[in-house]
């Protein structure tokens, strides 16, 4: 049973452009999520984070957006540069948890 | 550099064989956990621990499988008799102990059975 869901495997976006990274989860007891970047042959780097009291958290580039009602959160990535070209995760838990639910990944391709 | 370290960073195996991974954690970090990533997936948990306790064992984790993390500093993880369906990239992490943790991952161990 997979809990945490990005059905979309690949996206190609212009630079400049908005990215849009969906992300979606089927247990209601998830309360803090995360987004995950992976470059080939490293470890995924943390890029944002947001709690289930946020509908919304930013930070530079990056907004993640959370509708609970939906158990759906996206991540935007504004201006997409040909840098944020990876693999990007997302991540689901529940407070004090010790482990994340990954979804499978979005590989994002950005365009020069 | 004071991230999260694995070594090796590539292991390559014959069916059978015993097979040990390290992973140095951050240094404040008392949370270490271990996942694996097979390809196309996302990081699937295996364990955790909190100091030097192990806290958590995924059923991922068959008796073949074994960590220990002595004195709460660095882990190992050892996979015995080692199968094909082993082959993984294995990944540590490690944390701070609070309600909302990011986890810092280590770059990983690509193991290959033959």
């Known amino acids: 049973d997979q809990q945490v869901k990005q059905n979309s495997p690949s996206l190609s976006v212009q630079e400049g452009r908005i990215s849009i990274l969906n992300c979606d ?20 780097t943390f890029l944002i984070s947001i709690s289930s009291i946020k509908d919304k958290n930013e930070d530079g580039r990056f907004t993640v957006f959370l509708n609970k009602s939906a158990k759906h959160l996206s991540l935007h990535i504004v201006p997409s540069q040909p840098g944020d070209s990876a693999v990007y995760f997302c ?11 990954f979804g499978t ?7 020069a | 550099d004071t991230g999260v370290s694995q070594d090796p960073r590539h292991k390559i195996t ?12 951050i240094s404040e970090h008392n949370r270490l956990y271990w996942y694996r990533q097979t390809l196309g997936q996302g990081p699937e948990f295996l364990t955790y621990f ?13 008796d073949r499988f074994s960590a220990e993390r002595p004195k709460g500093s660095f882990s ?18 490690s944390s701070l102990a609070s309600s909302y943790n990011e986890q810092f991952f280590g770059p990983g161990t690509r193991l290959t059975v033959l």
Do not use: H
């Open chain 1, 91 to 101: 991540a689901a838990g529940t407070s004090g948890t010790y482990k994340y639910i």
């Open chain 1, 25 to 44: 989860y089927t247990n209601s007891m998830f309360d803090y999520f995360l987004w995950y970047k992976k470059y080939p042959a490293e470890g995924p």
């Open chain 2, 50 to 62: 909190q100091n030097e306790a192990q806290l958590e064992k995924s059923r991922l984790l068959s």
């Open chain 1, 105 to 111: 990944g979005t590989r994002l391709k950005v365009l």
């Open chain 2, 76 to 93: 190992t993880l050892e996979i015995q008799r080692t199968e094909q369906g082993d082959s993984a990239m294995y990944l540590c992490a």
């Open chain 2, 14 to 25: 014959k069916r059978g064989q015993n097979v040990t991974f390290r992973c140095d954690p």
